[in-house]
């Protein structure tokens, strides 16, 4: 069992900065993907970030070149640096790992920007 802990979300201006991290129960080098997906009111939850344990990552369409998805294998831990925020962003955000056998999500962050 994997328990995935998050942090860091919060009201910000748009424009601004927050940084989110995830922290697991589990060493790192037993997770193959480590996630981030965002659900807005009304809205299916959908990928922001991935990152796997070669350090591959993918970005969805509407975060590319204003997120980054970083790791601390020391810590177990991996973060979302969400700069230049715009209210769009706003949702629940989730952490996600996947293991060899099963995927685990987080308790979800409330990031919410205003304009």
């Known amino acids: 069992q994997v328990q995935l802990v998050e942090s860091g979300g919060g009201l910000v201006q748009a424009g601004g900065s927050l940084r989110l991290s995830c922290a697991a129960s589990?060493?790192?080098?037993?997770?193959?993907?480590m996630g981030w997906y965002r659900q807005a009111p009304g809205k299916q939850r959908e990928l922001v970030t991935m990152?796997?344990?070669?350090?591959?990552?993918n970005y969805g369409d509407s975060v590319k070149g204003r997120f980054t998805v970083s790791r601390d294998n020391a810590k177990n831990t991996w973060y979302l640096q969400m700069n230049s925020l715009k209210p769009e962003d706003t949702g629940v955000y989730y952490c996600?790992?996947?293991?060899?056998?099963?995927?685990?999500w987080g308790q979800g962050t409330q990031v919410t920007v205003s304009s």
């Open positions: 996600n790992a996947q293991t060899r056998t099963q995927l685990y």
């Open positions: 589990v060493s790192i080098f037993s997770i193959n993907a």
């Open positions: 990152i796997t344990s070669t350090g591959s990552t």
